[in-house]
């Protein structure tokens, strides 16, 4: 039976919060209800329901994710191929931003040199929290010991009872596409290349599936969740996710409602002007504030305690609390009998002022060392050294996740992931050396002067003061 054809004209006419259609690469589905639970906010679906959403759709996502989130029953027909001619996106082969005079990948030498290539790219901003992340590892002072036999290295680390030939994971970020069209697709496989794997995030511009396809059969990976306001919506992920089956559940408790960005606001303020100024008429007026704000609909605001410990009893899936920002937090996830803890700040992008992640991390090893034997920890913000990397380690945790080097990184692609981390492994590799020991699990606290760190540590009656 021949599929039905739609016009733009029928299209147009199912615009109703409760009959609603839209266009998608050819394809017109029956998306009502969708704008509620769609996880980037409503703004979007909203502007493109009744007509050809494939431009912006294309833009951030993979041509399979409609088909992932949509039912069959929800297929409509297909758009008239008058309007839909060339409208597919070519196959996602090379980063436009390289076009951009970018320096060749081999020019860069460090991530200070990588995040100079995304400001030039205009991908970068700053908070007060982001750079204190990376400041405070400064105020770590290494203590090396001489005179070791120190000629072959060891960077593995173990977790969940794998082994990865580095302590190096993604911070997991959405939008990917927008610094590459492979985006986690690139990501996943630089990853697994050098040894590691992928946090899967929940707002990733290609499926779960996908991305999974990507990696080597049985390959494990973990996956970041944004827990949704949306009961169904909810199950039906964690549905999902029970028979993909991920070596553990990251639980994103840092961010209950999105925080102010400045610069997607500036981005989005000088999009609008120049659109007012190539549309004469064009107005943004009544629109929300940015996607970032919109996108908060799709996070509960009232997440508990009690909803990560039902996502531990009904998943059967280990849970890591990703956001952990203070040692309360951390031993209330071990009290519950989380596996292991994220302790992250969002990048700076969440509470601004924040304190450091690496300062949570001591405040935690302070006053609650048994968390750090007991549980899996990784951490992320600030890492932009391989003497970051072994503090970090030695002050406890077994991973580091970075979230804007790899966002960087992949304006070059594959290529560019396991280059930033083949030059984060080699500064590593140098650093152990320079101190003495040969494997991270020679790693400790000898080895580093955290004087002028624990000066900021809170104090014990910050601690047990009730909030």
């Known amino acids: 039976m021949a ?9 147009s006419q199912h615009v109703k919060d409760t009959d609603t259609w839209m266009a998608i690469n050819g394809t017109v589905w029956d998306i009502t209800g969708f704008a509620e639970i769609h996880p980037g906010g409503p703004d979007i679906i909203q502007k493109y329901s009744g007509g050809d959403a494939s431009e912006p ?8 994710l409609a088909e992932k989130n949509f039912d069959a029953s929800q297929r409509i027909g297909t758009l008239n191929a008058y309007f839909v001619a060339n409208k597919l996106p070519a196959e996602n082969t090379r980063n436009p931003r390289l076009e951009n005079d970018l320096p060749e990948i081999d020019e860069i030498i460090n991530l200070t040199d990588l995040e100079a290539a995304a400001e030039k790219a205009s991908i970068n901003d700053h908070g007060f929290t982001k750079a204190d992340n990376a400041d405070f590892y400064r105020k770590i002072f290494l203590r090396p010991r001489v005179a070791r036999a120190v000629q072959d ?3 593995k680390t173990k977790i969940l009872d794998d082994v990865y030939d580095i302590p190096i994971f993604n911070a997991p970020a959405s939008l990917m596409m927008l610094a590459h069209p492979d985006a986690e697709m690139a990501l996943a496989k630089g990853l697994v290349a050098s040894g590691s ?8 511009s290609f499926s779960t599936e996908e991305i999974i396809e990507a990696l080597p059969a049985d390959h494990p990976f973990y996956f970041q969740l944004y827990v949704s306001p949306n009961k169904a919506a909810l199950e039906k992920m964690v549905d999902s996710l ?4 991920p070596k553990a559940i990251m639980v994103t408790a840092d961010l209950p409602v999105f925080s102010k960005r400045e610069a997607n606001e500036r981005y989005e303020k000088r999009i609008a002007k120049q659109k007012r100024a190539s549309e004469p008429g064009a107005t943004t007026a009544g629109r929300r504030s940015g996607q970032a704000r919109s996108a908060g609909v799709s996070i509960d605001p009232n ?9 531990k009893e009904s998943t059967g899936i280990p849970i890591f609390v990703k956001g952990i ?8 996830a071990w009290k519950i009998g989380c596996k292991g803890i994220y302790i992250s700040n969002h990048g700076g992008r969440a509470a601004d002022t924040a304190q450091p992640t ?4 001591a405040e935690i090893r302070f006053y609650y060392p048994f968390i750090l034997e007991e549980m899996e920890v990784f951490i992320d913000g600030g890492v932009r050294r391989g003497t970051d990397i072994l503090k970090a380690i030695c002050l406890g945790a077994k991973g580091v996740c970075l979230g804007r080097p790899f966002f960087y990184a992949l304006m070059y692609g594959e290529e560019g992931v396991r280059y930033t981390i083949q030059l984060l492994k080699d500064e590593l590799e140098t650093a152990m050396q320079l101190c003495g020991i040969t494997s991270l699990s020679e790693a400790h606290i000898g080895i580093l002067n955290t004087r002028a760190l624990y000066r900021d540590v809170e104090s014990p009656q910050s601690l047990s003061s009730k909030l």
């Open 3 to 11: 599929e039905r054809k739609i016009t733009l004209e029928e299209l």
């Open 242 to 245: 029970c028979k993909l089956r």
């Open 325 to 332: 920002q203070c040692a309360g937090d951390a031993l209330q």
């Open 197 to 204: 794997t992928i946090i899967i995030p929940t707002l990733s």
């Open 153 to 155: 290295i060891n960077t």
């Open 57 to 64: 759709y294309n833009s951030v996502h993979s041509l399979k």
């Open 358 to 361: 690496i300062l949570t991390l």
């Open 303 to 311: 997440l508990c305690w009690s909803n990560i410990k039902w996502l």
